[in-house]
Structure formats: C-alpha cells, structure tokens
Nanobody, 121 residues
Framework: QVQLVETGGGLVQPGGSLRLSCAAS????????MEWHRQAPGNQRELVAR???????NYADSVKGRFTISRETAENTVYLQMNSLKPEDTAVYYC???????????????WGQGTQVTVSS
C-alpha cells in the first residue's frame, strides 16, 4: 500500500508564505508525475501545480508567479512553496501521485489526505 502524507498547512496572514510537503512511502518503483490540487468549501477540486518526468511544470493561472512546485526524487517527496498568499488561496490542499510499483508495470493514482491552508487577517 502506497501512502501520501501532506504536511505544512496552517494559518497565515495575507502576503505570507507556506511550504507544503508531500511524502510518498510504501512499495514504489518510480513516481512519474506529482500534482497539487486544492478544494475550498462548496467548490470543485482544482489543479494547482504539476511536475512531470524530466521536471517540467505547470501552474494554474491564479497561482503562477507565486507558487513553485519542486520534487526531491530520492526521497519521493514533492513540495509546494507558496508565497504572497491571498485569502482566495484558502483551501484544503491535496497531493496526487501517478506512480509505478514495479518495473514495466502499470501506473497507479494515489491521493493524500489533504492539509488545510487558511489565509486570513
């Protein structure tokens, strides 16, 4: 069983910064893609950032220039550095991984449990 655990959420003032971490553990051969999603109450879950094989990244327009996704492959960990936070960024942030558990095997999707980020004065 693969487990994804997010940490780093909390309460922060507008304009502040947080860094989220997502650590994947278990029987993992390789992680091919990792993403951060977020969901505010009453809203649909939305893709925030993605990092793919080779290190290419994509960001939602709403966070571009403020958020940075990075990956530490040796530790099976992905980070989301969030700067210049706004109240609109308040949401539960979820980590998603697309990975293989064995060589030449199929890809699987796993989600973390989520971590709350609240941006408020």
């Amino acid at each position: 069983q693969v487990q994804l655990v997010e940490t780093g959420g909390g309460l922060v003032q507008p304009g502040g910064s947080l860094r989220l971490s997502c650590a994947a553990s278990g029987s993992i051969f390789s992680i091919n893609k990792m993403e951060w999603h977020r969901q505010a109450p009453g809203n649909q879950r939305e893709l925030v950032a993605r990092i793919s094989t080779g290190g290419s990244t994509n960001y939602a327009d709403s966070v571009k220039g403020r958020f940075t996704i990075s990956r530490e492959t040796a530790e099976n960990t992905v980070y989301l550095q969030m700067n210049s936070l706004k109240p609109e960024d308040t949401a539960v942030y979820y980590c998603r991984a697309i990975l293989q558990i064995r060589p030449q095997g199929p890809q699987y999707q796993y989600w973390g449990q989520g971590t709350q980020v609240t941006v408020s004065s």
